[in-house]
């Protein structure tokens, strides 16, 4: 559905992306993660055809997305970040015409706006101007208008920025029906949404695939930098005592009364929780909690792009 | 071909929703239908060879004040996307480039043919009060007025739509476009009237460049085809470069 070959974009001196390759196949719902400035929108433009890469090539349903730009642009539905949408139109005008610019027949034109209105859940502001609509609103006129010549492949740049919780669910909800009959390749920073709607994630950091799997193996394979959590009436010494554990990195501790609640950071894959029970019993410490977190997406995230990786 | 429709009925809308149409629409009509009036009471009390209708056209106000509405309607044509982002949805729609810079100048063309058009209502009406006397010289002259007056809408439309494809802010590109145009018109203007040039060789450019001169010459019903070629070589000529520039400003968006 799509490939990326070798993909690079310089703004003058910086590099925004650096020869980055993948494909997403038919059907899959992909999640590009990655912090603010990693890349995403960039890439995305350039998936696009908007903006044009300094070396590489892009192809969209086998046609290349410069050569054959029309063909290629005919199948994607794009969603820009921010939505950007022409205040003065009314929401079943704007439709009307940009089902029309993206060439779907005048006989047909009714029948695919009235379908993307209720699809999109717009039904009921069809005749309000876009300029008056409330964020949630304009997301999902934005969606509606990527829709509307139901094609193929969508491409969603941070289609849920910006929204409140109930919105964000609303528009997550409808990417997930969407995802039925399509391919789509979503960019966020949102972790819980790509754990949710995504069946693969590329994390994309300056301008480098840093990973490219499901969320739960990416979970599995980076138990990245784990906690443990222990809470317990400990001498003064606890803290050195538990920083000695070959395993452990740093600790941290909170007194409450007589308890200590102490925060363990943890290498890679270590399970220290053995170690920490015996020298409890050791030093007949009171335990009252012990726990190991289990590592989250964001653990993987933060990982895999941060500054000195 | 349906595309370049649908983009230049969409590039009217565009120009039908903003209260500067309406504004330009008045200025316009008002200040035509001032002068008519006033050359018709100048011409009913000292007649003279010269028609209604090439004074209404032909004089030196009328041609500023088209200066600065065209320059009005267009300095959002482009600025206003690239502000809004708008381009980016415009664009990564099947629509080729020239399609959008095409779509953009002949809706404004049509906006000032709607705009436009209600002046004919003023030589109907002389020519009903006026007992059958012409307001031109025959209904030639009015084809040819009119369509001089066309090309130089079509000319001042794609300097301001070059100018709004230059520009980021829209007003900068109004004043750029506007002082572009005042200076195309001023300085034959100048040499003509204002320096009395009478080198013929200054002239005959002065004649050559100036659409007041133009003008005057069209509403007298004389279609000169170097005025043709002129006006459609130098809209083409700016069209072309604005679709470069808009071309370039797009990649470093």
Not at chain 1, 66 to 83: I, K, M, V, W
């Given at each position: 559905m799509i490939r990326v070959q070798q993909l690079t974009k310089k703004y003058g001196s910086i590099t925004a992306v650096k020869g980055i390759?993948?494909?997403?196949?038919?059907?899959?719902?992909?999640?590009?993660?990655?912090?603010?400035?990693?890349?995403?929108?960039?890439?995305?433009?350039?998936?696009?055809?908007?903006?044009?890469?300094?070396?590489?090539?892009?192809?969209?349903?086998?046609?290349?997305?410069?050569?054959?730009?029309?063909?290629?642009?005919?199948?994607?539905?794009?969603?820009?970040?921010?939505?950007?949408?022409?205040?003065?139109?009314?929401?079943?005008?704007?439709?009307?015409?940009?089902?029309?610019?993206?060439?779907?027949?005048?006989?047909?034109?009714?029948?695919?706006?009235?379908?993307?209105?209720?699809?999109?859940?717009?039904?009921?502001?069809?005749?309000?101007?876009?300029?008056?609509?409330?964020?949630?609103?304009?997301?999902?006129?934005?969606?509606?208008?990527?829709?509307?010549?139901?094609?193929?492949?969508?491409?969603l740049d941070e289609p849920t920025i910006g929204l409140d919780p109930n919105q964000i669910r609303t528009v997550r909800e409808l990417i997930k029906n969407l995802a039925e009959k399509r391919t789509v390749l979503i960019s966020t920073h949102i972790l819980p949404e790509v754990e949710m709607m995504c069946s693969r994630v590329i994390v994309i950091h300056r301008g480098e695939i840093r990973a490219t799997d499901t969320a739960e193996n990416l979970r599995k394979n980076h138990r990245a930098v784990g906690e443990l959590i222990l809470e317990a009436k400990a001498g003064p010494d606890a803290a050195e005592a538990l920083r000695a554990i070959p395993s452990v990195k740093d600790v941290t501790s909170v007194q409450d009364g007589e308890w200590t609640t102490f925060t363990l950071r943890l290498d890679a894959k270590a399970e220290p929780g053995a170690e920490v029970m015996r020298i409890a019993t050791e030093r007949k410490w009171e335990v009252r909690e012990i726990h190991q977190k289990r590592a989250m997406l964001e653990d993987v995230f933060a990982e895999l792009t941060t500054a000195d990786h | 071909m349906r595309t370049f429709f649908v983009q230049t009925m969409r590039e009217v809308r565009g120009i039908f929703y903003t209260p500067v149409a309406y504004v330009v629409m008045a200025l316009l009509l008002a200040l035509l239908g001032y002068t008519f009036q006033a050359v018709v009471s100048y011409l009913n009390k000292s007649p003279s060879d010269v028609t209604v209708l090439q004074v209404t056209f032909g004089n030196g106000l009328f041609f500023f004040i088209f200066a600065i509405t065209t320059s009005l309607i267009t300095m959002r044509t482009f600025s206003e996307e690239f502000r809004m982002g708008t381009i980016e949805m415009l664009t990564t729609a099947p629509v080729k480039e020239w399609q959008i810079v095409l779509a953009k100048f002949f809706g404004t063309v049509i906006f000032y043919a709607v705009a436009l058009s209600p002046t004919l209502i003023f030589f109907a009406i002389f020519t009903y009060i006026s007992n059958g006397h012409p307001a031109a010289k025959g209904p030639g002259a009015f084809y040819s007025a009119y369509l001089m007056l066309l090309l130089i809408a079509m000319l001042f439309i794609a300097i301001g739509n070059l100018a709004s494809s230059l520009v980021k802010d829209q007003v900068n590109a109004a004043v750029l476009s506007i002082s572009v145009k005042i200076i195309y018109l001023w300085v034959p203007m100048m040499l003509e009237e204002l320096l009395n040039v009478t080198d013929p060789r200054v002239r005959k450019a002065a004649e050559f460049v100036s659409p007041i001169m133009h003008m005057r010459d069209f509403s007298s019903g004389i279609v000169d085809s170097r005025r043709l070629v002129w006006y459609l070589s130098l809209t083409a000529f700016f069209l072309i470069l604005t679709h470069h520039i808009f071309h370039s400003r797009k990649l470093k968006s």
């Open positions: 390759s993948f494909e997403v196949a038919k059907g899959e719902i992909v999640g590009f993660l990655g912090p603010n400035g990693a890349g995403k929108s960039t890439t995305m433009k350039m998936l696009t055809g908007f903006l044009p890469p300094t070396t590489g090539r892009v192809s969209i349903l086998g046609f290349d997305v410069f050569d054959q730009s029309l063909e290629a642009r005919r199948h994607l539905g794009y969603l820009p970040e921010n939505t950007p949408l022409y205040p003065e139109m009314k929401v079943g005008e704007y439709l009307r015409y940009r089902a029309a610019l993206k060439g779907v027949p005048g006989s047909k034109l009714t029948e695919r706006v009235g379908d993307v209105l209720e699809l999109c859940q717009v039904k009921d502001r069809e005749k309000q101007l876009i300029g008056s609509l409330s964020k949630g609103y304009r997301q999902r006129v934005g969606l509606a208008d990527a829709l509307v010549h139901d094609p193929a492949l969508l491409i | -």
